[in-house]
């Protein structure tokens, strides 16, 4: 009977010694299993459409827009990146029509911040930046634009999704503050005038 109970008392210590050694401390962070990480490196190649607003949108008609970006997160919610941004446009209306070449075509190079608003597989997130390109106009084109380097701020929204770990799928809308406007001198611009893009992009992450 002795053996019994002292076998019973036995099996009830060790059972509470599993279960205290497998039970997180206390101050032992918590993570939800929603939660996903989204720090370390990372670049994305992008693919878009672009157009111009106020005076500018009537004579040049949106076009594609494509760019680089590298960038670092060092949480799960600043990111800060660095890349190249182009595209191109066909003047609207022109005496000297295009022929399978872009009217003007832009490069540029662009740093920035990113916010995100969660941390989750799909999450939302803010961005803004400041940038300097370079507008090339098709040779042979046009009084009333002029080849022109100026700076421009780019704000935006985007979501992000991991479809893996390393693999991840983004969408951004961004508008775009320009600083230098010669390239249009003759457009007589103002405040209003910018340009606004939709890009969708795929990278990875380390």
Known sequence: MK??????LCLVGLTGGAAGAQAPPDDAPVRSR???EWRGP???LGLGVEGYTGKLAPNLDPGPTYGVLIGYRPNDYLGLEVGYSGGASNI???ESPSIGNPD???????????LGFSATRLQPFALAGIGMERYSVRSGNFFQFFDDTGGYAPVGLGARYQLTPR???EARGTYSFLFGQDF???QDLGAGDGRYAG???IGGSY
């Open 92 to 94: 609207a209306v022109s």
């Open 34 to 36: 929603h939660h996903m």
């Open 199 to 201: 890009t969708l992009q």
């Open 3 to 8: 053996r019994g109970i002292g076998l019973g």
């Open 167 to 169: 693999l991840t799928v």
């Open 184 to 186: 249009a001198r003759a």
């Open 42 to 44: 990372y670049f994305l």
């Open 104 to 114: 003007i075509v832009r490069n540029g190079a662009q740093a920035g911040l990113t």
